[in-house]
């Protein structure tokens, strides 16, 4: 079937624009998970959904990051006033039900670059 | 919280060669332990995992290793093909769903 979307696969923006990312997960799995790769890095998790609720945020790494998921389907990552420093790939992966040791299948993630 | 080093950040070897990466976790209550292959510019793919009530686990020419006394886990590739250059990357997880990752190894098999 298919696997984790994203869209776009690129974006260039200006400092202080707001950004959407989108990321459509495999049909039927509930947990939702978004992580950002800056260059030469690891990726960093920012926030996991179950369902429509997001019970972890820690990762977000400051106010101007929002995410959202509706329908218990497709998730967007809203990055408000961005800053050079948001630019990196951000990734989303999606997992069956959420619970510990579960794989977690990745998007191709957005490449998001900041001028 | 948990903290994954990941050694070493980068690995040439000649076809045919075993290449092993390691990494080390700070947190015992880890328990799960997958490792992803990230080629230039596509998505991270799961290609191995093991779970802290085994020490090893082995998938044809990939195997890894637990010792969860000393905190590390490896990967090990053998009888390396061109095909796997690409940059590794290994995780660590609780019983919950956040991974956190190591930096990653870009690893280069010379023809």
């Known amino acids: 079937g298919a696997g984790v979307s994203q869209s776009p696969s690129n974006k260039v923006t200006e400092k202080g624009k707001d950004v959407e990312l989108r990321c459509d997960p495999i049909s039927g799995h509930t947990a939702l998970y978004w992580y950002r790769q800056s260059l030469g890095q690891g990726l960093e998790f920012l926030i996991y959904?179950?369902?429509?609720?997001?019970?972890?945020k820690s990762g977000l790494p400051s106010d101007r990051f929002s995410a959202e998921r509706t329908g218990g389907s497709v998730s967007t990552l809203t990055i408000q006033r961005t800053q050079q420093e948001d630019s990196a790939v951000y990734l989303c992966a999606s997992s069956l039900v959420g619970g510990g040791g579960e794989t977690q299948y990745f998007g191709p993630g957005t490449r998001l670059l900041v001028l | 919280g948990e903290n994954v080093e990941q050694h070493p950040s980068t690995l040439s070897v000649q076809e045919g060669d075993s290449a092993v990466i390691k990494c080390t976790y700070s947190d015992s209550a880890s328990n799960y332990f997958p490792w992803y292959k990230q080629e230039l510019g596509k998505r991270p793919q799961l290609i191995i995992d093991?779970?802290?009530?085994?020490g090893e686990k082995k998938d044809q020419r990939i195997a890894v290793t637990l010792n969860k006394t000393a905190k590390h886990f490896s990967l090990h590739i053998t009888e390396t093909q061109p095909e796997d250059s690409a940059v590794y990357f290994c995780a660590v997880g609780i019983s919950n769903y956040k991974l956190t990752f190591g930096k990653g190894t870009l690893l280069t098999v010379n023809p």
């Open positions: 959904f179950q369902g429509n609720s997001a019970p972890d």
């Open positions: 093991i779970r802290s009530n085994v």
